[in-house]
Nanobody, 123 residues
């Protein structure tokens, strides 16, 4: 069965860094574009970043551009989100999701979701 499992979350101080990983199983990852999303307490889920099937096209929300980098290793069936210069407002549960078409990489368009990993940015 298709599964996406996030890891790498935790507690980090403002200005620090974390790398999130999303491991896929049960399917060939390169069939899908991938996205990272997040949901802070009491807020709507929002898009963070997307990456195309081959990794040649990426997109970022304005609030993370220049700080976060999305990448993928299809041979390892893994997608990554490198998060630098973290801010308290980055605190959220971060979700990995898969979509058949890159143009549908948005909260309402994803086909498969992981269960999330919690990132807490606090001093």
């Amino acid at each position: 069965q298709l599964q996406l499992v996030e890891s790498g979350g935790g507690l980090v101080q403002p200005g620090g860094s974390l790398r999130l990983s999303c491991a896929a199983s049960g399917f060939t990852l390169d069939y899908y574009s991938m996205g990272w999303f997040r949901q802070a307490p009491g807020k709507e889920r929002e898009g963070v970043s997307c990456i195309s099937r081959r990794g040649d096209i990426t997109s970022y929300a304005d609030f993370v551009k220049g700080r976060f980098t999305i990448s993928r290793d299809n041979a390892k069936k893994t997608v990554y989100l490198q998060m630098n210069s973290l801010k308290p407002e980055d605190t959220a549960v971060y979700y990995c999701a898969a979509v058949h078409t890159y143009g549908n990489c948005r909260v309402a368009g994803m086909d498969y979701w992981g269960k999330g990993t919690l990132v807490t940015v606090s001093s």
